[in-house]
Nanobody
Framework: QVQLVESGGGSVQAGGSLRLSCAAS????????MGWFRQAPGKEREGVAI???????RVADSVKGRFTISRDNAKNTLYLQMNSLSPEDTAMYYC???????????????????WGQGTQVTVSS
């Protein structure tokens, strides 16, 4: 069964850093577009960063220059390095795998058919 498990969330002060990890199991991880999304209370889920199987990445304008997405295919693990965090980054962060549109990689929640349970990131001012 496909499973994604996030870790690394927590509480930090503004300007701090966190590194999120997402461990994948039981599917062809190396061939999948993977992504990080976040959802703050009362807001819609938004894409943060995506990475194709070949390693090309895209990040949202709101986090450009501060967040970096990467993957270790040997470990079936996805990462999100978050620097210069601000209170506006406070949200539940989810990793996801594209199982609905193989070969494509873009910011659209509907192509991501498998989601993790989320990890909370809280940034205080």
């Amino acid at each position: 069964q496909v499973q994604l498990v996030e870790s690394g969330g927590g509480s930090v002060q503004a300007g701090g850093s966190l590194r999120l990890s997402c461990a994948a199991s039981a599917f062809t991880y190396s061939g999948s577009c993977m992504g990080w999304f976040r959802q703050a209370p009362g807001k819609e889920r938004e894409g943060v960063a995506i990475i194709a199987s070949g390693g090309s990445t895209r990040v949202a304008d709101s986090v450009k220059g501060r967040f970096t997405i990467s993957r270790d295919n040997a470990k079936n693990t996805l990462y999100l390095q978050m620097n210069s965090l601000s209170p506006e980054d406070t949200a539940m962060y989810y990793c996801a795998a594209n199982t609905n549109e193989p070969g494509y990689c873009y910011f659209a929640t509907w192509i991501f058919g498998v989601w993790g349970q989320g990890t909370q990131v809280t940034v205080s001012s």
